[in-house]
């Protein structure tokens, strides 16, 4: 039981939150101070009721009790609680959504406590989720994660695909509190205030729940308490708020969402508030000092192994790669989305159970998870296919203003998939990613650019996707060749000087390697160039192409705009015509080879349009 | 209570729709037998037992019953009942998954009785959900929507945001069928056969849930009398299923996934069905005859007005120009994920509540339900931030192979927001809809192309998306001025022939007008194009600029990848130079004058580059 006197410097502690909250946001002249203050108490009582456990020195404390602001718009309450905390000054709080301020309008990674950048709704439990699977599988320690939701946010799905997988995990180190204040940015939500229907769905996907006056300090306390106690699953603290709470011009008033107040009404506003110590801060407890659980390093990296003259799938030469580059890595951890016998991330979890984590069909989970993870000093490869991760485009988007180390790999790309039809064919793929900041794409076309490339992203610190193929391809390559994103390998024609460039990636590589047989017999001599690294590109080899032939043919499995196409026409500039030969037809059943050929980017078609190119100069 | 006979009738039935499943998928070498296995009972119950109501000769009876198969890889079943109907002959039945048969691996609507496209998990029931909406608020008919779900998809998010949202409004026109056949692609879902924890999360979220026997047709006609009987919510049967069942092989046993049967094992297991009448058919119950309500058609459309000089922001000119076009386009439908006082959606809502539908933040139902109205001929105008429609890519991915009919608007382009900083930014969404078969993109810089451009989309049958700019921007254009899809408007400089060309869209539009007046006293003259037609794109203007101009700059709001610049390149080859300005930093909080300076997109970077290009000479 808390004594008077914590409940009066949590209240006080309030109050300095209010002040703060109102002063920076009438200051930005934007922000959203209404959906601050409903969760003030909810989180002054985490912080400084002695529940929450963080090193303020030490960020990067192993051992800290984890926060996110899933409902990022609240922001300017995130800042003032550490402000509270003696970490953020009054002058800095006022650089709030100012450039250059690492107090953003939503929370990045700019400023030191933000765990995740959040601000698209729905997002934050997922990443918790995959830090408190750290916690208890990786790490073993300790600590806990909160995430504080927001209620609009719960009528997203990855909601319940976080809530569902930390269920099924009996994750009782990780703790939701949900500020149910009502009003979403338009309107009331669909439940208003019914704490119980937002119970029920909890309780029903296996979660305990505890109901709370999100302005009673005392019952917030004892539910933090309470959630201390709860074993074997993850525990959610809904709570009853009012949005704006503690500014009576607009408090549970529709319409006031996302406005700050003008001065006057600030003014007013903070004056409402009382006498009150303003420069009183709060302690935050210490945390536990345990040395997180180190993986095992392991014998030395063997050489990957490949029979000559025998097909062997990308897919398959990924999940080779993995198995067989943990013990250099071993900091790696592997997800997949219910197809790891698909993606052949199987190989994977069949040599490193403890280290793979089935998230089942729910790409956006699976993202966020491994986000978590890799927060947490983990390196995560996750897979599923190229179509699906579609799904998880939001997430993606915004793990790159996390910084994110995540590898990413789509299999079953393009047409080449055959029979199964569009619904399964990764043909943007390329295309997501490439419109991602500081984002590698690659590409391989046999098993030793793949064991070579998935060592390269395992190097690499940022986001890496690697797109690979269903079909067992031939093997182009050997132990000796080297691949380095940003690099190409370039095939070049064998007497004659070569008349164009085919630039391909992937299964079309084979495809232009059988046009340029087929050319040989009209005389024109080929250069072909494989983009295993669609991103970054390597300008130089394709600009000496483009100098040194008439023309360069690109040939993808995806669709034209925002593809290898692209890609290279960007590369070589004004310097050469480029060609794209891409799917430009609503791909159907049929096999490989038709689906090839119908899209014109079969060998046949590869020879036809260079044939016409030469006829027609 | 179903008679002996007919019970024997639907066993005959289920026998001779499994006999097509296993001949079909051992024909054609691959596809999901044990996945249509599972729901013969539970379909030909359904179709045959007298529930489901569809005149089998006009798919487009406006009374039909809907049904949707959301686990699409159970096409054979799905073949197999219209086969079982008489709708497909059984040579028709031995196309299936061949190069050019309607029959694909997955249901496409190149086969008369798909209602959408499925095949990527967890997307059914959204569009279903679209359709209950058709009939229960538009349409007024007494048509029910059934939807047949997979147990590995509901851990998929979307299922429970198409499922809040059906609870939500009371749609008891809509029945799930849950096939709980417990094993997914690579072994055991979450919840194994625990029909009740599937049941426990369907009552939470406020549906009535029917627990059945999935093989015992009995027990599925009585749970769809009792559906029929259900009032004020929907209706969710969950069955006990066994994969493969029928096929002793394969029955209940993992690493049977999407895998056909050989030649021998498919005649055992045809053989094993005993003996029936291979030539049994079932009929489908009739549909009633009634008129759908028809929207009144109203007064002239209006033209649109806006006050020369005073700037307007195109998100504004967006809900003006659907409120004034509706009496034109009466099967219009507004639909928005909760940002509506953002996106200005609100302005058709405040003229025509009844045909506007709040989604709230569920962006991929709002994507699927959009689809479901737009199947039964609704002319749906979905919107939300720019940024959030990453969400729904796998659904506006999958909507192209149902060729669906939908306007999609992302409001809060670029980083020209400003304060929110880059969770809110829309920075790849040109690249996203880019890269869709046959897509339409469009930006317009001010309201007059805004009202035309919108007009152009409801008229255009097909996916557009219109990017919309937050702030008010100056007006350009006028009354008299038209804008088409695959136009642009060519600004051409005064006097003397301009030395470059400034390919710009929406808000950088103003950012090049004011480089061109900058530029002036270097004597630098320059062509502005306003390429508010992203795609299609005017690529006979474009080249007329590379021919008449040293160097084509483009200048976007948004990554370099996949955007306009890249549009620009591929259009006009290598004719000229194409340099391209976008955002290439990682985006923050500030002005919006901050940040376009900082990601130098910026008149002044614009005018700098081009000086320096010109010296360079």
């Not at 300790?142 to 269920?167: C, K, N």
């Not at 704490?195 to 004892?222: C, K, N, P, S, Y």
């Not at 197809?339 to 956006?364: D, G, L």
């Not at 008439?550 to 026409?569: C, K, M, N, Q, S």
Request: glycine share 8%.
């Amino acid at each position: 039981m808390p004594t008077i006197a914590q409940l009066d410097h949590l209240a006080t502690l309030s109050r300095v939150v209010r002040h703060h909250i109102l002063k920076a946001t009438t200051h930005a002249g934007s922000g959203h101070p209404t959906s601050s203050l409903s969760a003030v108490e909810l989180m002054v009582g985490l912080l400084f009721g002695g529940f929450f456990r963080y090193d303020v020195d030490r960020p990067d404390h192993p051992n800290n009790d984890r926060l996110l602001f899933s409902k990022g718009h609240a922001s300017p309450l995130f800042y003032a609680l550490w402000l509270a905390a003696g970490k953020v000054s009054p002058q800095e709080m006022l650089t709030y959504r100012k450039f250059g301020s690492p107090l953003e309008g939503h929370p990045t990674r700019r400023f030191p406590y933000t765990e995740a950048a959040t601000g698209s709704l729905g997002q934050g439990l997922a990443i918790g989720l995959g830090i408190a699977m750290s916690a208890r599988y990786l790490a073993n320690l300790p600590y806990r994660t909160y995430v504080l939701l927001g209620d609009s946010e719960m009528a997203e799905g990855s909601q319940w695909e976080a809530i569902e997988a930390a269920a099924f995990r009996r994750l009782d180190n990780l703790v939701a509190i949900l500020d149910v204040n009502r009003l979403g940015q338009r309107g009331e939500t669909m439940h208003g205030w019914d704490l119980e229907a937002f119970g029920r769905r909890f309780a029903a996907f296996g979660w305990e729940t505890i109901l709370v006056d999100g302005h009673d300090l005392a019952q917030i306390m004892a539910a933090y308490a309470q959630a201390l106690t709860v074993e074997g699953r993850p525990v959610a603290i809904i709570a009853r708020t009012v949005k704006g709470k503690g500014v009576a011009e607009v408090e549970d008033l529709e319409g006031q969402h996302g406005k700050p107040l003008d001065d006057a009404a600030c003014a007013r506003a903070m004056a409402s508030l009382g006498a009150f110590d303003l420069d009183a801060r709060g302690v935050i407890a210490k945390p536990a000092d345990r040395e997180p659980a180190r993986p095992r390093v392991m014998a030395e990296v063997v050489p990957p192994q490949y029979e000559p003259g025998k097909p062997v799938a990308t897919r398959t030469a990924y999940g080779k790669a993995l198995a067989r580059l943990y013990p250099r890595h071993p900091e790696m951890v592997v997800l997949d989305g219910e197809v790891s016998n698909s993606t052949m991330a199987e190989i994977f979890r069949e040599a490193y159970p403890e280290r793979f984590f089935e998230m089942y069909i729910a790409e956006q989970n699976l993202v966020g998870a491994a986000q978590g993870l890799a927060t947490r000093g983990h390196l995560p490869f996750l897979s599923s296919f190229a179509a699906f991760l579609t799904r998880a485009h939001d997430q993606i988007r915004m793990s790159q203003y996390s910084g994110a180390n995540l590898k990413i790999v789509g299999s079953h790309a393009g047409v080449a998939i055959g029979e199964d039809g569009p619904s399964q064919m990764g043909l943007e793929d390329l295309a997501m990613f490439r419109a991602m900041l500081d984002s590698v794409v690659l590409y391989p076309a046999d098993a030793w650019a793949t064991e070579a490339l998935v060592e390269a992203a395992a190097r690499h610190r940022g986001l890496v996707y690697l797109r690979t193929t269903r079909s067992a391809t031939p093997l182009l390559y050997g132990p000796d060749d080297t691949f380095a994103i940003g690099g190409s390998k370039v095939h070049p024609e064998s007497a004659q000087p070569a008349t164009v460039t085919v630039v391909a990636a992937g299964v079309t590589l084979f495809e232009a390697f059988a046009a340029r047989e087929q050319l040989q017999d009209d005389g024109i001599a080929v250069r072909i160039i494989d983009l295993y690294s669609v991103k970054p590109i390597d300008e130089s080899s394709l600009r000496q192409a483009a100098a040194e032939t008439d023309a360069i043919f690109t040939v993808e499995d995806h669709y034209p705009e925002g593809g290898l196409g692209e890609a290279v026409r960007t590369a070589v500039g004004d310097a050469a015509p480029v060609i794209t030969l891409a799917v430009r037809r609503r791909p159907c059943s049929g096999t490989p080879a038709e689906l090839m050929a119908y899209e014109e980017i079969s060998s046949e078609a590869i020879a036809a349009r260079i044939r016409e190119f030469v006829l027609a100069r």
